[in-house]
């Protein structure tokens, strides 16, 4: 029997009743029923992390995103292909789409390798990923992954360190090179310029961890090791003297305004409705791993950010006096959220924008909407839906035109 938990299954036939899974869940989601004699998953409580499934040693869960065999399908198909051997795992929370994860593999001499991006390293096994990708000819791995303090599942980093600890042990046993495993730790943190800053102290008020300290006579101190990467600083600072590294403000905005030149391309040639997604990268899975040269869709475009606290509303209204039709804000729901000590800071920052909005008459051109990777099909639907809303207006949004004259 299989009992279906939305994006997650558990294969009640191959469950040894270990629970194995029930001990590592960070998010209390599964259970064992001792009275039925069965494990059970709470669908309302499971983040898709992975990590029971990396962990179960009788194979009984399965997640529908990120199988393992198509993972090391594919890395078997870019070896052969281009025979790179370094493969690099990264974590959503670690690899921004900046980009400048590049630098970050420079000080490691890697130029040439296969990305691998899964929302956390957690989800990955030792045997059936690690080990067989090193069995079809990658000879060195380095997993990206957030500090463990930083980590968006709680316990990913710290399994994942783990397990990468226990599995160099083997390797050394078996007469492998220390290096063929490594570990970075890279979490995205406020990057603080104090030129900038000119002491008016919002950032320390508005910060939900308590991460930056007033002083009374120099401008704030940033304690990065209690910094959450939120963003939320960031969105409230005047100057953008502090700003999230791999989100920050200017190539974001630079980013929006070349997708409004491409935005007003395509209705040239008569395409229409044009929206653009801010997408959180923790309410979507499989859509953000299908971003071609910013594109899902031929009239939709996709920005990634880090958590809704990061949503900026200044790109929002950036966007559609851009040109684009409509903007819509994928975003966790309120339970899923894993930075919610800053969300009422979100929903505050929400309310005035749509304030702005009504009095640009474009209101009706943005949307919130609030999901979860555990309901499959939802973001499709809801980005249909959003779609044949935008169509519905009358006219595409010309506010560009008059902004441009």
Not at 153 to 170: A, D, W
Not at 255 to 282: D, M, N, T
Request: glycine share 6%.
């Amino acid at each position: 029997m299989i009992q279906e938990a939305v994006a997650i299954k558990l294969n009640e036939d191959y469950c040894s009743k270990c629970n194995l899974c029930c001990t590592v869940c960070p998010f209390e989601a599964i259970s064992f029923d001792a009275n039925a004699g069965k494990t059970e998953i709470d669908a309302e409580k499971c983040q898709l992390c992975g990590i029971c499934a990396s962990t179960c040693p009788s194979l009984a869960i399965e997640l529908a995103y990120y199988d393992e065999k198509a993972l090391i399908n594919h890395v078997r198909e870019q070896t052969e292909a281009f025979g790179t051997r370094t493969l690099v795992v990264m974590c959503r929370g670690s690899s921004p789409p900046s980009g400048e994860i590049l630098d970050v593999l420079k000080e490691q001499n890697v130029k040439e390798f296969i990305p691998v991006r899964v929302p956390c390293v957690g989800r990955l096994s030792p045997g059936s990923f690690y080990l067989k990708a090193l069995s079809i000819g990658i000879n060195k791995i380095i997993a990206i992954q957030c500090d463990q303090n930083s980590c968006r599942y709680k316990r990913g980093s710290e399994i994942n360190m783990r397990r990468v600890q226990l599995l160099r042990t083997l390797l050394g046993q078996l007469g492998h090179k220390g290096e063929a495993l490594t570990i970075i730790e890279n979490p995205l943190k406020a990057v603080y310029a104090t030129e900038k800053c000119v002491g008016c102290d919002k950032c320390e008020f508005i910060c939900p961890y308590s991460a930056i300290e007033a002083q009374p006579f120099a401008t704030p101190e940033v304690n990065l090791e209690a910094c959450k990467g939120c963003g939320a600083c960031a969105i409230v600072c005047p100057h953008i003297a502090i700003q999230l590294q791999g989100f920050e403000y200017e190539p974001s905005s630079q980013a929006i305004r070349e997708y409004g030149v491409e935005a007003r391309k395509l209705k040239a040639r008569g395409a229409s409705p044009i929206v653009l997604v801010f997408c959180c990268q923790w309410a979507e899975f499989p859509t953000l791993d299908y971003i071609k040269n910013g594109f899902i869709r031929q009239n939709v475009i996709v920005a990634q950010i880090p958590c809704f606290n990061a949503l900026d509303p200044v790109h929002v209204l950036e966007a559609l006096l851009s040109g684009f039709d409509g903007v819509l804000a994928v975003v966790c729901r309120d339970e899923d959220c894993k930075l919610s000590e800053g969300r009422g800071m979100a929903e505050d920052n929400l309310l005035a924008l749509e304030r702005t909005l009504e009095r640009l008459n474009l209101r009706e051109r943005f949307e919130v909407f609030k999901t979860s990777p555990r309901y499959m099909g939802s973001f499709d639907a809801k980005l249909d839906s959003f779609i044949l809303q935008m169509s519905s207006l009358s006219g595409s949004n010309q506010l560009w035109m008059r902004i441009d004259e």
